[in-house]
């Protein structure tokens, strides 16, 4: 994946009578296969609810605080979102959404960029989470993880801030890795990949 090998068609030579997807009508690049394409939707949100569920469990082990996983809640438009870790700490009145998004690296400021979309999509359910968890402070973090397995300085130092262990955090990219070559092996061959 980090040399551009997977015979998607877009890479030059792989296909001589079209560059579009096998599955839809996109152009078959490595991005679209690990985050846009239907035909991999159901592996990309396991992948994404393992991350999420190792991050929670990890979180769950300090008693200090209390972790939701899933939480639905609704904005001030009266829209519904779902947020996907909720971190409490009673003594000290403060609420964390914990947003883990996965997304093929692209460049550096990506994670920033990532955060900022989850702030502007939770920030409006503030308001309802507090009345609900009688919480007065709150703030949204979106983590980004690397389609490749790579996760980014601004993802580890929020890691970090929960005391999320090393081990965690080496399963997480190990498990984002080999999560992301059973999309591939699913998008170009029809075939499980055996996590």
Same mark, same amino acid.
Request: neutral net charge; contains cysteine; glycine residues 2%.
């Given at each position: 994946m980090n040399c551009n090998t997977i015979p998607v068609r877009t890479l030059p030579g792989r296909?001589?009578?079209?560059? #579009?997807?096998?599955?839809?009508?996109? !152009?078959?690049?490595?991005?679209?296969v690990l985050g846009f394409c239907h035909h991999g939707e159901l592996l990309r949100i396991n992948r994404r609810n393992?991350?999420?569920?190792?991050?929670?469990?990890?979180?769950?082990?300090?008693?200090?605080?209390?972790?939701?996983?899933e939480v639905g809640c609704v904005s001030s438009d009266g829209s519904t979102r779902r947020a996907d870790i909720i971190i409490?700490?009673?003594?000290?009145?403060?609420?964390?959404?914990?947003?883990?998004?996965? #997304?093929?690296?692209?460049?550096?400021? !990506?994670?920033q960029e990532v955060c900022r979309e989850k702030q502007v999509i939770h920030e409006p359910c503030c308001q309802h989470l507090g009345a609900q968890y009688h919480i007065t402070h709150w703030t949204v973090f979106g983590l980004m993880f690397g389609a490749r397995g790579t996760i980014?300085?601004?993802?580890l130092n929020q890691l970090?801030?929960?005391?999320?262990?090393d081990a965690t955090i080496d399963a997480i990219g190990s498990h984002v890795l080999k999560s992301s070559l059973a999309i591939i092996?699913?998008?170009?061959?029809?075939?499980?990949?055996?996590?």
């Open positions: 296909t001589l009578d079209s560059t #579009r997807c096998r599955n839809c009508d996109e !152009q078959e690049t490595l991005p679209h393992t991350v999420r569920s190792l991050i929670a469990s990890s979180i769950r082990q300090n008693a200090s605080y209390e972790v939701y996983e409490i700490d009673r003594q000290k009145d403060k609420g964390v959404i914990l947003d883990p998004t996965i #997304r093929f690296e692209m460049h550096e400021q !990506q994670p980014p300085r601004e993802t970090k801030q929960y005391k999320i262990s092996s699913n998008h170009l061959y029809q075939t499980k990949f055996l996590l």
